[in-house]
């Protein structure tokens, strides 16, 4: 590692509930010179606004927002991301340390997973800080546990096509629906499957429904969570 430079974390916000926000979180967030988020999609400011109301004293910190944009095109995801992690470097090799926000935890579907190792191959250090995983969350919400015993949990990002994964056994947890809730939904009732859903979890406009009766409006932070029968 480059001697003299700052230091980049992943931080784990949680997903919505600021009183979700771990100690170690907090510490590395008010320690950081810099605070970094995606420019474009659904949480874009989100894992922000999370971390200012958890800790009103850092909205004076420099806010450097990061063009990130929510697209399939491998291409373009490539290029988006040498830049943003172009943008770190410029401000770790002058010694600053930036804390990129993201929610639930950086490891689970972050886009915060590409700047990661871009930097590490850069020279400098980079670290991940874990935060309070959406779908814990969402069973907490639910009361039901995901899983027990010898029971199998697979975690699907819905809007890539989930019909392989709903063959699968065990606990199926389905992230990020978005716009292709309602083939997804559609799917489940095919296969009569009994599904539960959260979206927002922890957010002022939470949603829980133990069953699902009647439509539901595509939300990108919607969690199903799918259950074998007798489970």
Known sequence: MMKGT???YGVGVGPGDPRLLT???ADVICGSPVLAVPGSGSDSRAAYEIAKAALPQIEGKELLTLSMPMVKDRVALNRSHDQAALQLAERLQAGQDVAFLTLGDPS?????????????EMGFE????PGVPSFCAAAAKLG???VSGGEAMH???ASYGVEEGLRLGGTRVLMKAGRELPEVLCQLHERGERAM??????????R???????????????ILIVKEEGE
């Open 208 to 222: 829980v429904c133990r069953r699902l009766e009647g439509e539901v409006s595509p939300d990108y932070f919607t």
């Open 155 to 157: 975690l699907l990002p």
């Open 144 to 146: 039901e546990a995901l």
């Open 197 to 206: 859903l959260v979206q927002n979890c922890g957010m002022e406009n939470e």
């Open 23 to 25: 100690l170690r979180a």
């Open 126 to 129: 980079a670290q991940m800080i």
């Open 108 to 120: 689970i579907y972050s886009t915060y997973s590409y700047l990661h190792r871009r930097v590490q």
């Open 6 to 8: 700052g230091t980049l």
